[in-house]
Nanobody
Framework: QVQLVESGGGSVQPGGSLRRSCAAS????????MAWFRQAPGKEREGVAI???????DYDDSVKGRFTISQDNANNTLYLQMNSLKPEDSAMYYCAAYLRPGRWWQNSAAYAYWGQGTQVTVSS
């Protein structure tokens, strides 16, 4: 069993930055992929960025060039640095772990473990 505990997030003005963290504990196979998702009211949960277990990253087009996903293997922690934030980035943000083999990374149903989620609000 893997536990994911998130921190960071909060409120910021447009153009500002925030950093999210997601600490994994329990069975921590460092070969599994970890990702960030977000869900705005009335919308489906969407994949924002992924750090593949075998190395490499991918991003949703809406955040490319603004968000950076990274991983600290020594501390089993996943990060999401969010820069140049826009009001449309406002949502509940979740980290997810263990992408099931053969599944598309932006499919939320493809992940076995989820963090508790934290609200990110971008507003002037």
């Amino acid at each position: 069993q893997v536990q994911l505990v998130e921190s960071g997030g909060g409120s910021v003005q447009p153009g500002g930055s925030l950093r999210r963290s997601c600490a994994a504990s329990g069975y921590t196979d460092r070969q599994y992929s970890m990702a960030w998702f977000r869900q705005a009211p009335g919308k489906e949960r969407e994949g924002v960025a992924i750090y593949f277990g075998g190395g490499g990253t991918d991003y949703d087009d809406s955040v490319k060039g603004r968000f950076t996903i990274s991983q600290d293997n020594a501390n089993n922690t996943l990060y999401l640095q969010m820069n140049s934030l826009k009001p449309e980035d406002s949502a509940m943000y979740y980290c997810a772990a263990y992408l099931r083999p053969g599944r598309w990374w932006q499919n939320s149903a493809a992940y076995a473990y989820w963090g508790q989620g934290t609200q990110v609000t971008v507003s002037s």
